[in-house]
T-cell receptor, first 115, second 112 residues
Framework: EPEVTQTPSHQVTQMGQEVILRCVPI?????FYWYRQILGQKVEFLVS????????KSEIFDDQFSVERPDGSNFTLKIRSTKLEDSAMYFC?????????????FGSGTRLTVV | KQEVTQIPAALSVPEGENLVLNCSFT??????LQWFRQDPGKGLTSLLL?????REQTSGRLNASLDKSSGRSTLYIAASQPGDSATYLC???????????FGTGTRLKVLA
């Protein structure tokens, strides 16, 4: 079964540092997403990405965040200057295309700890 | 704006029981609804996808139903086992926006 792969599984960073979270979506998928889950809270939408541009973003996704598909396989989330409140599990997801017929496939997540 | 809620928040049952988890959504113009399983500290494993035109989906001991008119989906787990212990999340996506809105989850514990 095809998988969405995320690296690293756990990252610890100091407040104010930049971090890049990496994802390899399923190869024939065209739509990519980042979600986050603060410990004990709901899974929240951050951003969707299609055709090399952001198609939708939440109010959480401010100027400190950016996404990029630097090559044909990777999809990255960059946090420019991390804050303590950025500590969360970050999930990447992909789908063939938005359709009632297709659900999302999620990666296993990157746990980001900001100290 | 789509909102998704799940009840109960937590559930503890003896092994072998049949159980029902509930998911409610406010916007009936959903595209589809997906049920996920999340083990502690882990990722989201897709269990079932129900398309907006469908009433139910089945996979093994799991059956999910969808009633758009009442804004509800239920996940039925037959003959529960200790290995079913996990948090179960439902998520709905609405026509016109392609993001999933997640519920808060039901934390299930099946006692041996």
């Amino acid at each position: 079964e095809p998988e969405v792969t995320q690296t690293p599984s756990h990252q610890v960073t100091q407040m104010g540092q930049e971090v890049i979270l990496r994802c390899v979506p399923i190869s024939n998928h065209l739509y990519f997403y980042w979600y986050r889950q603060i410990l004990g809270q709901k899974v929240e939408f951050l951003v969707s990405f299609y055709n090399n541009e952001i198609s939708e973003k939440s109010e959480i996704f401010d100027d400190q965040f950016s996404v990029e598909r630097p090559d044909g396989s990777n999809f990255t989330l960059k946090i420019r200057s991390t804050k303590l409140e950025d500590s969360a599990m970050y999930f990447c997801a992909s789908t063939t295309r938005p359709s009632p017929h297709y659900g999302y496939t999620f990666g296993s997540g990157t746990r980001l700890t900001v100290v | 704006k789509q909102e998704v809620t799940q009840i109960p928040a937590a559930l503890s049952v003896p092994e072998g029981e049949n159980l029902v988890l509930n998911c409610s959504f406010t916007d009936s113009a959903i595209y589809n609804l997906q049920w996920f399983r999340q083990d502690p500290g882990k990722g989201l494993t897709s269990l079932l996808l129900i398309q907006s035109s469908q009433r139910e989906q089945t996979s093994g001991r799991l059956n999910a139903s969808l009633d758009k008119s009442s804004g509800r989906s239920t996940l039925y787990i037959a003959a529960s086992q200790p290995g079913d212990s996990a948090t179960y999340l439902c998520a709905a996506t609405t026509s016109g926006t392609y993001k999933y809105i997640f519920g808060t989850g039901t934390r299930l514990k099946v006692l041996a």
